[in-house]
């Protein structure tokens, strides 16, 4: 069982940046994947990115390519999400998530969740 503890969310100014923190505890496989998806109200949850723990590489959606960053302390099981240039538009309930195996980007294939933290990002 893995338990993901999500922190950093508020509210904040668009144009404005923010910094989400997902510290992962349990067992996992060798192989896994740390992401993080968002929920609007009314919208399905979405991908954002996603890093491969074996390799550190990452992904990210075309909405945030170039405005967040994903990266990762390895001793202390914890990504972080730098989220840069914030628009109006990224305002969400913001999830980690965990797979075991290799990244993928659809919200049905990955095993654990976290409680979720809500950015609000005002115009």
């Known amino acids: 069982q893995v338990k993901l503890v999500e922190s950093g969310g508020r509210l904040v100014q668009a144009g404005g940046s923010l910094r989400l923190s997902c510290a992962a505890s349990?067992?996992?496989?060798?192989?896994?994947?740390m992401g993080w998806f968002r929920q609007a109200p009314g919208k399905e949850r979405e991908f954002v990115s996603v890093i491969n723990w074996s390799d550190g590489y990452t992904y990210y959606s075309d909405s945030v390519k170039g405005r967040f960053i994903l990266s990762r302390d390895n001793a202390k099981n914890t990504v972080y999400l730098q989220m840069n240039s914030l628009k109006p538009e990224d305002t969400a309930v913001y999830y980690c998530a965990v797979r075991n195996g290799m990244p993928r980007f659809s919200k049905g294939e990955y095993d654990y969740w976290g409680q979720g933290t809500q950015v609000t990002v005002s115009s």
């Open positions: 349990g067992r996992t496989t060798t192989t896994y994947a």
